[in-house]
């Protein structure tokens, strides 16, 4: 398993080797495509995250001292920022997610490229993230 710090400089690398915004939206789409599918009774609104333009379902579940995210979201550039969260954070300890730095989004300049609304959802989602590894972490 690789640390978050390792996750975030492959997908640095893997952004470098695309020459402009349309070869990296289209890879995101495809890392949303990707995206192993939520289970169907945690598309519930408890679950969805607040402060996102569209709708974005994000469940954690914590198992052996890791959790493990699911998510899903009907947009589908959404749903490639939320899959590239959790290929960073997903599989991790919780203590290590609620205090991890998450400096690849401005490192491949992701935050720039998004509307104000979709830049304040991936905050958002971030977000909703550290606080289950913050309740997880209490767990341990």
Avoid at 24 to 50: F, R
Avoid at 55 to 67: C, D
Avoid at 77 to 105: C, R, W, Y
Wanted: with cysteine; hydrophobic share 40%; proline share 2%.
């Amino acid at each position: 398993m690789h640390t978050i710090k390792e996750i975030q400089k492959e997908i640095i690398e893997d952004f470098a080797m695309f020459e402009d915004w349309i070869q990296k939206y289209e890879y995101l789409i495809d890392l949303g495509k990707e995206l192993a599918p939520i289970h169907q009774k945690y598309k519930i609104s408890e679950n969805l995250i607040k402060g996102c333009q569209s709708r974005v379902w994000l469940h954690a579940e914590y198992a052996e001292g890791k959790i493990i995210y699911t998510a899903d979201s009907d947009a589908i550039m959404t749903k490639g920022i939320v899959a590239i969260l959790i290929n960073v954070l997903s599989g991790q300890n919780p203590s290590e997610i609620a205090t991890a730095k998450l400096d690849f989004i401005n490192e491949i300049g992701l935050k720039e490229q998004l509307s104000p609304t979709r830049a304040n959802g991936l905050v958002s989602m971030i977000k909703q993230m550290k606080l289950y590894a913050i309740a997880f972490s209490k767990q341990q």
